[in-house]
């Protein structure tokens, strides 16, 4: 039994693991796109390693596009299997995979103009909206909580993790001929006390952990404050007569801002009858996916409908889906809130806002999300004078506020709550979607927290070994009746034992260089890269005979 990271590792996009079993049974948990940037986005193209024609299914822990986005792909070449999710997953799917292959072609057709001016080829799309529709109808939605057999020897269980509408994590009890391992993925963990989902819960016991580390070092600003200053910046925009532009993510942070304000509005503090425009087609479709799936609230927000009242609309919330009442919004006189995206102002209707607003000193941008490095938003946070936008300098005098706590991750000492009570001896955690120092950093604190369980950051497409050799508190030797296996497992114990050395010595050099503790120098790193993959090798080479 082994399980193949094909994705996450030491980055953050790009989730997918594949699962085999011992009878060569496979399937896959996640199936992400890459994102960020054209290198890495170069491993969306080859997906053999996904194995499209074996894989008996795929497990998604919720729609994001880094869990789910290369599913299409996946079908484009073949795969008609089942895909499993939980309801609320299901749905979003449909709408940001058929988002995601629109993004696809437009990328696909404006590289193929710009390979015909110099006499180059066409570019085909990674996948079209044919292959997203294929994939959705492959999906099939399970219930959270239910543990299912739905591949022979493979018992599965969602368990709710929070992060957004209808996200898990997954718990797999794999059947082998000396019994049942049980391996864990995270998915990604959401914050306690999240808006509108429930805090992450925690699964049955796990012997092996895939575990989420995007913010393994770092510490989040309460929500409660940033409720506060968001609700602040518009009743001061509402005071000076201006507008209030948010660049948002369609899934879950533009419902939690619909939530802040119809509180706000509930409480009496909506300043006058200030507009809302929610001016993104997608928001648009997503917040009505998750008002018609009210069994995945948490408590509080259930509370709010129970007691006949709308917690994600308000008077004052306007969608505008044509392009028309999009356009509208522009000539519209008197202070207003603008919801569009996309949440980086990389592409989408955003743009045309922040090109009509910017340059007004009665502008408030409010940052609420993530912004990748080189992303327009994240020139704007950075204190940019100027931004680029449609190939035009836009001159930026609006004032830029960016609020942290609306994130939907789990930080680093919410990690550590979540992971604290499944922690037991032996306990093998593989630590993945973070960048490097944030998964090595993580690693480090709860090695030093947890001394009983080991923690490891894999590599791109490391395999990682579960059973029946389980490098995990392994069978006493006396089991093992053949006279090669006795002799072999101590050697083969020893020699994994000291590959593990090595690699956690390198992470630690890597890390104390990324930390600022110790200078780069380059020889010594490739000298110790080079001493660990000739242990890897070895070990390779005596496992293969
Ligand atoms: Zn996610
Ligand atoms: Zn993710």
Request: hydrophobic fraction near 40%; aromatic fraction near 6%.
């Amino acid at each position: 039994m082994q399980i193949t990271c094909l994705g996450a590792t030491r980055t953050v996009t790009g989730s997918s693991f594949l699962v085999e079993l011992d009878d060569q049974t496979c399937f896959l948990v996640d199936c992400g796109l890459f994102q960020g940037g054209r290198q890495i986005e170069q491993r969306n193209w080859d997906i053999s390693d996904h194995r499209p024609q074996d894989i008996k299914a795929i497990y998604i822990t919720h729609a994001h596009i880094d869990h789910s986005g290369l599913v299409p792909r996946l079908t484009r070449q073949g795969y008609n299997g089942p895909i499993y999710a939980t309801k609320a997953t299901s749905e979003l799917l449909k709408i940001l995979w058929l988002d995601s292959a629109h993004i696809q072609q437009m990328e696909a057709q404006w590289q193929s103009r710009k390979n015909k001016r110099v006499g180059r080829k066409d570019i085909e799309p990674l996948y079209e909206t044919v292959d997203a529709e294929a994939a959705i109808a492959l999906i099939r939605p399970v219930e959270m909580n239910a543990p299912l057999e739905l591949i022979p020897g493979v018992t599965s269980t969602f368990v709710s993790a929070g992060h957004i509408l209808g996200a898990a994590s997954l718990h797999l009890s794999l059947q082998a001929a000396d019994g049942a391992h049980n391996v864990g993925f995270s998915g990604d963990v959401g914050r306690q006390k999240q808006l509108i989902v429930p805090d992450p819960e925690i699964m049955p016991r796990v012997d092996t952990l895939f575990m989420e580390t995007t913010y393994g070092q770092r510490l989040h600003k309460s929500i409660a404050d940033s409720e506060k200053e968001l609700m602040d910046v518009i009743t001061q925009a509402f005071k000076e007569g201006g507008r209030v532009v948010i660049p948002s993510f369609a899934v879950e942070r533009t419902q939690e801002l619909i939530y802040v304000m119809a509180q706000a509005y509930r409480d009496g503090k909506w300043p006058g009858e200030m507009p809302v425009y929610l001016d993104s087609p997608l928001a648009i479709k997503a917040t009505q996916i998750f008002r018609d799936h009210p069994e995945f609230f948490d408590d509080e927000t259930k509370a709010i409908l129970d007691s006949g009242q709308r917690p994600l609309n308000f008077p004052f919330l306007t969608p505008t889906p044509s392009t028309q009442e999009s356009q509208a919004i522009n000539d519209k006189k008197g202070p207003m809130v603008i919801i569009a995206g996309n949440g980086m102002s990389t592409a989408g209707r955003i743009k045309h806002h922040l090109k009509h607003n910017l340059w007004r000193s009665d502008c408030h941008v409010v940052i609420v999300g993530f912004q990748a490095q080189g992303s327009t938003g994240r020139q704007l946070v950075d204190g940019a004078d100027t931004v680029k936008i449609f190939r035009e300098d836009v001159e930026v005098r609006a004032k830029i506020h960016t609020i942290g706590g609306f994130s939907a991750h789990a930080d680093q000492a919410e990690l550590l709550t979540w992971l604290e009570p499944q922690i037991h001896d032996g306990l093998c955690v593989n630590l993945i979607h973070g960048e490097e120092l944030q998964s090595l950093g993580f690693a480090k604190v709860a090695q030093k927290r947890f001394p009983n369980a080991h923690f490891h950051v894999p590599k791109w497409k490391e395999v990682i070994r579960v059973t029946p050799f389980a490098e995990v508190a392994p069978l006493p030797v006396e089991e093992f009746p053949e006279p090669a296996a006795r002799l072999a497992m101590p050697q083969r114990r020893a020699m994994v034992a000291e590959v593990r050395q090595l690699r956690d010595r390198l992470d630690e050099v890597m890390l104390e260089i990324l930390t600022g503790e110790r200078d780069l120098d380059q020889r010594q790193i490739e000298a110790l890269r080079q001493v660990v993959e000739g242990a890897e090798a070895a070990l390779a080479q005596w496992e293969a005979a």
